[in-house]
């Protein structure tokens, strides 16, 4: 067991701080401080080239996208026109089924009369 007096004189040091020995801690937390400044500015340093690194690559993913929606812009411009000519095409049969029904009807209805 440590006795009542070995306490105190390790005690003794601590509680008896000098000029120096402040001086000599404020210098050493002023360093700690100024190292710790000097990590953070490294860090921030590679935090600057990991954004140059991502923009990069969102700027080459952005052109590759917008290439590939031309593309398919492209395609819906074809596919549009093939509707209108299909459409032209459906609304000409359409009307050639209704004349020839109308002429079938007129028809019928000369023969009966």
Known sequence: MVSIMETLEMEAPMSDWTDDKLDHLDRRVDEGFTRMDQQFEKVDQQFEKMDERFNKRFE???????KRFEKVDKQFEKLDKQLERAGDRFDRLNYTLVTGAIGIIIALVGFHG
Do not use: L, P, Q
């Open 60 to 66: 080459r993913m952005d052109e590759r996208f917008n």
